[in-house]
């Protein structure tokens, strides 16, 4: 088992822990292919280049981002102030002028991954039709 998790560690804020089903799924040897969603984790690079664009555009907030739709500035986030095990995550539109970010948000990462899968599923539906 990898703990990608691991990769965060100097971003998390006090208190903050990763729901288990995050660390769990991200420690996978192989990750699922969720594309268009993307997860940071496949590379360091990209955890700390996002974690610190977001800390410099919204340092208000207390975002944990660990994924984007491909090819867009939609990342998603986990709630960095929540101390429950079990936070919200934020949809972000990354660059927006702070106040404007927020797009949505699901109750945990379990309802994120749900989300994401059915995403996933209609792209490639969409993506393997366009190609007939």
Request: aromatic share 18%; net charge negative.
């Amino acid at each position: 088992m990898i703990n990608r998790a691991m990769m965060y560690q100097s971003y998390l804020y006090s208190g903050f822990s990763f729901p288990e089903t995050f660390v769990n799924y991200v420690s996978q040897a192989q990750l699922e292919d969720i594309e268009p969603w993307w997860l940071f984790c496949h590379s360091s690079n990209y955890v700390d280049f996002w974690c610190e664009k977001v800390r410099e555009l919204y340092p208000e907030r207390k975002l944990i981002p660990f994924a984007n739709w491909r090819y867009s500035d939609d990342i998603v986030c986990f709630d960095g102030a929540d101390i429950s095990g079990d936070p919200e995550v934020y949809y972000v539109h990354a660059f927006a002028s702070a106040g404007w970010e927020d797009r949505d948000y699901t109750d945990n990462f379990d309802e994120w991954l749900k989300m994401a899968r059915l995403e996933s599923a209609r792209h490639k539906a969409e993506r393997a039709e366009d190609e007939e």
